[in-house]
């Protein structure tokens, strides 16, 4: 089970078969999360990463020297059927569930509806100690944190978090609303961005 895991993002070596697990309380890093929403978006094909499309230097001169990255073939890691079903549950976390403040809120030069979806999730790690019969003792914050990844349209995805380590996680109590909320203050240049050619609802 890790190695197949592994394809899809997941960054570390072991993979601990629980409930926690399974609900997705795996401490997956946000890269790892960003990895997982691309191939779903690649309906299933897992792209090697390029940090850029190409460095000039010492241009107009007899040194002048362009970089490109070598282009690859991705690899398939996920049945196309299944990520096309991923993004629609994706988009209905969107239209109707816990990030539906962005319903509407993505569209093109055209004025259409962009295609958006993603999964919201919260945190609040402590370290608890029972004592008999289940009462707790204490109770110490580790950290808290709140998560979106998401994408828009056919193009664009990613992931922002918010995070407060140690005992001043104590201090406060958002939730994955903080990062939808950012998402949507951000959307008027993200809809800049995005390109005509993405997926749109008609």
Not at 23 to 33: E, F, Q, T, V
């Amino acid at each position: 089970m890790t190695p197949y895991w592994q394809r899809l993002g997941f960054p570390f070596e072991k993979l601990v078969p629980s409930y926690a697990t399974a609900i997705g309380n795996s401490s997956d890093r946000p890269a790892a999360l960003a990895k997982l929403m691309g191939i779903i978006l690649n309906d299933g094909v897992l792209k090697p990463e390029v940090c850029f499309e190409e460095l000039s230097f010492a241009r107009n001169t007899p040194y002048h020297t362009v970089i490109q990255p070598t282009l690859q073939t991705g690899q398939r890691v996920m049945h196309p059927a299944v990520a096309q079903a991923i993004r629609s549950l994706l988009a209905g976390v969107v239209q109707e569930g816990t990030a539906r403040r962005l319903a509407g809120v993505f569209r093109g030069p055209d004025g259409k509806q962009i295609v958006a979806g993603g999964k919201t999730g919260s945190g609040d790690n402590r370290v608890k100690a029972f004592g008999p019969h289940r009462i707790m003792i204490s109770s110490t914050p580790v950290n808290r944190t709140a998560t979106f990844v998401f994408f828009l349209g056919d193009r664009y995805y990613g992931v922002l978090t918010a995070a407060v380590l140690g005992k001043e996680a104590e201090n406060y109590s958002f939730t994955s609303a903080l990062p939808v909320a950012i998402l949507k203050l951000l959307a008027p240049a993200l809809c800049n961005r995005i390109s005509s050619t993405v997926i749109i609802i008609s």
